[in-house]
């Protein structure tokens, strides 16, 4: 998934993976007087839960005196979002699809979507072409959401890449956006935030709500950790601040902006993707020849719902990447309590 926000910014709700917005962090209050467009799954049905969360936006909105409209989303038009300085797209459903003509004015048509059939080299490949367009035109869109999901991985199902060579496959896809952002003319004006779709799916020593959170920009803090408790919540917020946008709800009206990772002193210096040290062909093992524990999770890594985010059981995922990377002589981690 790769949102390109072709006219002015469009906010979905949703979760973050990767987003480059550009920078100027302030502890003003957005500017007033814009027109504002507010979308919602489907028609416009008094009995769509939709239509009910996207009245309730247009009410929070009203404090920050917009003017907005409220459309199903059945109603749209190509290049409505032109129209309008910002536009809003409040869904229900995951089921739901969205028209084609609206899905032309804000997704990448090229960019892969969730799969872990493509690598994130695949991915990489595309961000940096339609980015080379974007530099060469002038017209990068003022925020990019970007899905690089490798590291879900395919468990140890044979015929697919090793765990730990997707991680690679991921990390390497990472560097290499980074690099080429920082390399471009966009570079000082530039915020890259990168987390992860979840917390839940593996525990570490501290908290298995915990994830990592990086933030990288000439107006980031180089080579900082941050200690400051943050959460999703205060990405979006900070996200919004950027770009000069009200908040969406109650949850973002009362984050905080992440003021802690950001610096008066710019650092415009650039980065140097590293080269990988796993090789991002190296595959699982066949089933010919497993035994034991390394068959039993390679079968049941072969059984396992890649095609969505989460749809395969993570305890048994865990267990097969955990055994993959550290060994079947190695005790996976009990809960403690």
């Known amino acids: 998934m790769m949102i390109h926000l072709k006219f002015a910014p469009l906010l979905l709700v949703a979760g973050l993976f990767l987003t480059l917005a550009g920078t100027g962090v302030s502890r003003g209050q957005p500017s007033a007087s814009k027109r504002v467009l507010i979308l919602f799954e489907g028609s416009d049905n008094p009995s769509n839960y939709g239509r009910g969360d996207a009245r309730q936006l247009a009410m929070l909105l009203g404090h920050f005196n917009v003017d907005y409209k409220l459309e199903g989303l059945e109603a749209y038009a190509s290049g409505d979002i032109e129209k309008y300085d910002l536009s809003f797209f409040i869904g229900y459903s995951a089921a739901y699809e969205p028209p084609d003509r609206f899905l032309r004015d804000v997704y990448s048509t090229r960019y892969p979507a969730f799969s872990m059939l493509v690598p994130d080299q695949v991915r990489a490949d595309e961000f940096l072409k339609e980015f080379r367009e974007f530099e060469k035109n002038g017209d990068l869109p003022r925020l990019v959401v970007l899905l690089l999901p490798a590291d879900h991985t395919s468990g140890t199902a044979p015929g697919f890449p090793t765990p730990r060579a997707m ?22 004006a530039s915020a890259i935030f990168v987390t992860e779709d979840d917390a839940q799916n593996g525990l570490d020593h501290v908290d298995g709500h915990r994830t990592i959170g990086l933030v990288i920009s000439p107006w980031a803090r180089r080579g900082a950790v941050d200690n400051t408790f943050h959460t999703a919540i205060n990405v979006f917020r ?49 089933l010919r020849g497993l035994r034991g524990a390394q068959e039993r999770l390679a079968r049941s890594s072969l059984e396992m719902d890649f095609s969505e985010p989460d749809a395969a059981p993570e305890v048994l995922l865990n267990r097969a990447i955990w055994h993959s990377v550290k060994g079947y002589g190695t005790p996976y981690p009990e809960k403690r309590r």
Do not use: C
């Open 167 to 188: 991680v690679a496959d991921n990390d390497l896809a990472l560097g290499r956006v980074v690099e080429a952002i920082s390399h471009s003319r966009y570079w000082k």
């Open 238 to 286: 900070t996200i919004e601040q950027i770009l000069g946008l009200p908040p969406t709800n109650q949850f973002d009206l009362a984050a905080e902006p992440m003021f802690s990772v950001f610096t008066s002193e710019p650092d415009d210096s650039t980065y140097k993707a590293l080269p990988n040290r796993i090789p991002l062909d190296e595959m699982n093992p066949a």
